[in-house]
């Protein structure tokens, strides 16, 4: 008996996205971060149409905000950051890429990119190597429960210092 292949019913806005980076850092000291690039996949058997919605579209600038992806295929999609200025120092945006069937309106499904613009690679790295430093002294600290609170107290004191 012959059986035929069903392709599943595609229910609005449950498809799952999948699309590389997830989030848009953007450095106002370093011009080569002002563009960067969204992959979008599609590990589907069909063609997926798709749109790239902005929150703030005044401060960007996307190349092929709308188009198609191949069944299998990926599609890169460059966003620019076109107003880098100071009071836009850590402001989240966002990006909403949405997909629908190739032969429909409807949106299928959705998924959300933020970015940020901050002021230096530099300051960022520094904090963020702090962190690890610190993350990392205090994970090295376990103690014994049968220590007197009052030396807990003061273990606690100078880890806050780290």
């Known amino acids: 008996m012959h059986q035929q292949k069903r392709q599943p019913e595609l229910v609005e806005g449950n498809l799952p996205v999948f699309v590389f980076p997830t989030e848009l850092i953007f450095y106002a000291d370093d011009q080569s971060t002002h563009k960067q690039v969204l992959t979008l996949y599609n590990p589907y058997e069909f063609a997926l149409k798709f749109k790239v919605l902005c929150t703030t579209p005044n401060k960007y600038v996307v190349v092929d905000a709308a188009g198609a992806v191949k069944p299998q295929c990926c599609v890169d999609i460059v966003v620019r950051h076109r107003d880098v200025r100071s009071c836009h120092y850590g402001v989240i945006d966002k990006f909403r890429l949405q997909v629908s069937e190739q032969s429909q309106r409807k949106a299928l499904g959705r998924k ?3 970015a940020t613009l901050l002021p230096s690679a530099k300051e960022q790295q520094k904090e963020e190597e702090d962190k ?31």
């Open 132 to 162: 690890r430093i610190k993350e990392h002294l205090t994970e090295g600290l376990f103690f014994e429960q049968s220590f007197q609170p009052g030396i807990c107290r003061i273990l606690r004191y100078f880890i806050k210092f780290l």
């Open 112 to 114: 959300e990119v933020v």
